[in-house]
Structures are given as structure tokens and as C-alpha cells.
């Protein structure tokens, strides 16, 4: 069974640019939420997806950023405009039942902004 | 401190040593998770310990959990090189938008050979 996977791995961009990224979680998994990292800090959370509907977004730092996951499957993460600020590790992470169960991290996306 | 807080920040030792990382937190808990992030990649599940639990073990990992303190402990027995990582535990609240995890800091272990 494939684990969960992002795409890109790594993303560098200028400040005010645009980056998408994305997550695919585990096949069947319904919850799918969104982590990031800023340097130096603990890995904070950001969304949570119950299939294609936004559960929790209390996380999500600002307006900059928005989350979808059309067809309850994959889910991707835009930042626009980026700032520098953003820069970090971004995580996604699936669960299969209802929500008690592991989360299962991907290997997450490193975003530059310069 | 803040939730899901682990300590010590760094701890170093030798290969066959045991590892002992603590864990504490703040609010009542639904689950308490803890992870591994080797050096720039993702973070890999450890082990699961809910909160009707007290111990929980898996292969040379052990988990006890003490509700009463808000704590939790990760003990790695006999340590190796590949040990060496980031560790992390995380905690949520249980039902609907409590499942998401608040993380501490992680604790940084290097096992020496």
C-alpha cells in the first residue's frame, strides 16, 4: 500500500509568486490534514478535510492561503501571494476512521520563499 | 510549557545505551502519538498510546503514559546509529476537529557509535 505522498519536495519561489502544493494521502483514507514547520519551531496544524469538506480550518494562517480537495481524494495547499514568512516544511497527513486512528504523515514539501 | 512538550531539546549517547525522552502536556487527551524525523525527511509513526493506556511497546520501543501528570515517556532500549533523529511526540483531543495533533519541539537524539 502506497504511503502518503507531496509533490513537490521542494519549492523554491520569489516573495509574491504563487506555489500549489500537493498531497495525496493514502488510498480510502477520508481525513487528510495539512502541518507546517517554520524554522525553528514546532510543527503547528493547519486543516483538517473530513473527504471533500473542510472539518477545521482554524490553523490556516491567513487569507493567503487556500486549501481544497475536490472529489475527496487529493488535496492541494496555494499560497498566493507568498511571503516570507512561509518559508518552512509543509505536511499532510491521512487517517482512515474517524480520526482516531495514526496519522500517517507524508514526507513533506520544503517552500523557499525568497 | 506548552502542550505536547518534550524533554530534554537534545540528548547524546552511545550506541547500545538506552534512550529515555519525556513528554508533557497540557489539556485532556484523546491519543498521545509519538514520531521519528530523520534528518530533512518526513516524519515516520512510532507508536500509539490512547488514554485509557498506561504502557505500550514495540520492539525496542516503549511508551508509558500517566494521565494524572500529563505526561509521557519514550524509551528506546539498546540503542543504534540509525537511531539518530528528531523525536516527537504529539497529542489530540478526540471528536470531530479535535483529532488534529499539536506537536512539541521534538527532542534531538544522536546515538553515537
Known amino acids: 500500500e502506497a504511503g502518503v505522498t507531496q509533490f513537490p519536495s521542494h519549492s523554491v519561489i520569489e516573495k509574491g509568486q504563487t506555489v500549489t502544493l500537493r498531497c495525496d494521502p493514502i488510498?480510502?483514507?477520508?481525513?487528510l490534514y495539512w502541518y507546517r514547520r517554520v524554522m525553528g519551531k514546532e510543527i503547528k496544524f493547519l486543516l483538517h478535510f473530513v473527504k471533500e469538506s473542510k472539518q477545521d480550518e482554524s490553523g490556516m494562517p491567513n487569507n493567503r492561503f487556500l486549501a481544497e480537495r475536490t472529489g475527496g481524494t487529493y488535496s492541494t495547499l496555494k499560497v498566493q501571494p507568498a511571503e516570507l514568512e512561509d518559508s518552512g516544511v509543509y505536511f499532510c497527513a491521512s487517517t482512515s476512521l474517524g480520526g482516531t486512528d495514526t496519522q500517517y504523515f507524508g514526507p513533506g514539501t520544503r517552500l523557499t520563499v525568497l | 510549557s506548552q502542550q505536547g512538550e518534550e524533554d530534554p531539546q537534545a540528548l547524546s549517547i552511545q550506541e547500545g545505551e538506552n534512550a529515555t525522552m519525556n513528554c508533557s502536556y497540557k489539556?485532556?487527551?484523546?491519543?498521545l502519538q509519538w514520531y521519528r524525523q530523520n534528518s530533512g525527511r518526513g516524519l515516520v509513526h512510532l507508536i500509539l498510546i490512547r488514554s485509557n493506556e498506561r504502557e505500550k511497546h514495540s520492539g525496542r520501543l516503549r511508551v508509558t503514559l500517566d494521565t494524572s501528570k500529563k505526561s509521557s515517556s519514550l524509551l528506546i532500549t539498546a540503542s543504534r546509529a540509525a537511531d539518530t533523529a528528531s523525536y516527537f511526540c504529539?497529542?489530540?483531543?478526540?471528536?470531530?476537529?479535535?483529532?488534529?495533533?499539536?506537536f512539541g519541539k521534538g527532542t534531538l537524539l544522536t546515538v553515537n557509535p
Open positions: 488510498s480510502g483514507h477520508d481525513n
Open positions: 504529539a497529542t489530540d483531543g478526540g471528536g470531530g476537529s479535535n483529532y488534529k495533533l499539536t
Open positions: 489539556t485532556s487527551i484523546n491519543n
